[in-house]
Each structure stands twice: as structure tokens, then as C-alpha cells.
């Protein structure tokens, strides 16, 4: 049975950091991509982060570029996302998925093993 599960949101003052964590279970983690993405209240769900199953390829979107960083430990099952001068419009529900496409664009899709997401909140 696969489960993929996020951790690490929370509430943060703007400028502060979070790091969420996703471990999956049930599946050959390694031979995945993996991607992190969210959903404001009243947005469609968007891409935020994604790296491939090597760990080699990254992608990001523009919002969050030089803020965010995706990584991978495959020994551990366990993709991060480290988050850094958080902004109030940053604000989300986030969620990780496992064997989700991975490409510049970040298409979001039905594919792939999602977890139920963790909540982050940034106060102005």
C-alpha cells in the first residue's frame, strides 16, 4: 500500500523559513520524480518544485526561485522542501506527490501518489 505523507508546515512571520518533509512508503522511491505543489484558498493548484528521480534535475516556479530548494534522500524515502523568505502570497496548502511528471512547466495532472497535504501559513 502506498502512503506518502507531508510534514513541517506551520505559521511563520514573513521572512521566516519552514522546511517540509514528504516520506512514501509502498513504492521504489528511488526510481521516481517527486514534486511539491500547493493551493491557496480560491486558486487552482499550481507547481511549486520538482526534481527528478536521479536527483540530478530541478525545477521550480518563478515565484519561488532563489527562495526554495528541493532535495532528495533516497536513502530515507524523504523529499524536502526548504523554504526561505517566506511571503504572505505563499500561503497554502502543500502537497507532495510521488511518480508525479516532472518538466519546466510543471503541468499539475492527475498522475502520480499524493500525500494529503501539510498547511503553511506566513503573517504579514
Known amino acids: 500500500q502506498v502512503q506518502v505523507v507531508e510534514s513541517g508546515g506551520g505559521l511563520v512571520q514573513a521572512g521566516g523559513s519552514l522546511r517540509l518533509s514528504c516520506t512514501a512508503s509502498?513504492?521504489?522511491?528511488?526510481?521516481?520524480?517527486m514534486g511539491w505543489f500547493r493551493q491557496a484558498p480560491g486558486k487552482e493548484r499550481e507547481g511549486v518544485s520538482c526534481?527528478?528521480?536521479?536527483?540530478?534535475?530541478?525545477y521550480y516556479a518563478d515565484s519561488v526561485k532563489g527562495r526554495f530548494t528541493i532535495s532528495r534522500d533516497n536513502a530515507k524515502n524523504t523529499l524536502y522542501l526548504q523554504m526561505n523568505s517566506l511571503k504572505p502570497e505563499d500561503t497554502a496548502m502543500y502537497y507532495c506527490?510521488?511518480?508525479?511528471?516532472?518538466?519546466?512547466?510543471?503541468?499539475?495532472?492527475?498522475?502520480?501518489?499524493w500525500g494529503q497535504g501539510t498547511q503553511v501559513t506566513v503573517s504579514s
Open positions: 506527490a510521488a511518480g508525479h511528471p516532472c518538466s519546466p512547466r510543471m503541468v499539475v495532472t492527475t498522475g502520480g501518489y
Open positions: 526534481i527528478r528521480w536521479s536527483g540530478g534535475t530541478t
Open positions: 509502498g513504492l521504489t522511491f528511488d526510481d521516481l520524480n
